[in-house]
């Protein structure tokens, strides 16, 4: 026998994205993740944004929608800040709960529609990334 023949087969195996469940299944947590931010400062940006760098080459879905979670929760850090501001003027004691209540409801409503293979587009959701 010579050294080829004991040698194994070497096993080949490409890179495959992700099957359709595993796809939406990340694009719900795209938008899920945004619940972070209820637990730890910034978490709301950070943990869709996280979730979005590493999967995005693996899903066209994955990627729309992690861009459109990043997106909308910059957005609501926006409107928090304004808020926060107008809390001087009284109507950000108001405002501040409706904002945060929205963002919440929004988020789930988007992780549904993920997870169902729809891209979903946010209310009020300034795109700043492409």
Sequence with gaps: MTETDQAEPQLVQEKVG?????????AMFCHLGALAGYFFPFGNII????????????SELVNDQGKESVNFQISI???????I????????????PAVCIFNAVMVIIAGLKANEGQRYRYPVCIRFIK
Aim: charged share 20%; net charge positive; proline share 2%.
């Design 18 to 26: 992700l099957d359709q469940k595993q796809e939406r299944t990340w």
């Design 47 to 58: 943990a869709p944004l996280i979730i979005w760098q590493i999967k995005k080459n693996e």
């Design 77 to 83: 850090a926006i409107y928090v800040a304004i808020s």
């Design 85 to 96: 501001a107008l809390m001087i003027v009284v109507i950000g004691v108001l405002l501040l």
